[in-house]
Nanobody, 120 residues
Framework: QVQLVESGGGLVQAGGSLRLSCAASGTIYAISVMAWYRQAPGKQRDLVAIAASGGSTNYADSVKGRFTISRDNAKNTVYLQMDSLKPEDTAVYYC??????????????WGQGTLVTVSS
């Protein structure tokens, strides 16, 4: 069984920084995709950033230049460094991974979510 555990959310003033972490544990052969999503109250869950196993990354336009996604494959962990935070970044942030417990299986897993609140 594989599970994801997130940490790092909290309350920060506008212009501040936070770093989110999401670690996968269990039987893992490889992780092909690591990503962060967010969901603001009353809104749909949107992609924030994605990091593929080959090293490529992509970001939502709203966070480009402010957020950085990185992955530590040895630790099965993905990070989201969030700088220059704005009140509109307030949301519950979820990590998502495509985990391969074996060479022929894949699982799409979500973290439990962590609340980020940016005050003005």
């Amino acid at each position: 069984q594989v599970q994801l555990v997130e940490s790092g959310g909290g309350l920060v003033q506008a212009g501040g920084s936070l770093r989110l972490s999401c670690a996968a544990s269990g039987t893992i052969y490889a992780i092909s995709v690591m990503a962060w999503y967010r969901q603001a109250p009353g809104k749909q869950r949107d992609l924030v950033a994605i990091a593929a196993s080959g090293g490529s990354t992509n970001y939502a336009d709203s966070v480009k230049g402010r957020f950085t996604i990185s992955r530590d494959n040895a630790k099965n962990t993905v990070y989201l460094q969030m700088d220059s935070l704005k009140p509109e970044d307030t949301a519950v942030y979820y990590c998502k991974m495509v985990v391969h417990p074996t060479t022929y299986r894949s699982l799409e897993l979500w973290g439990q979510g962590t609340l980020v609140t940016v005050s003005s």
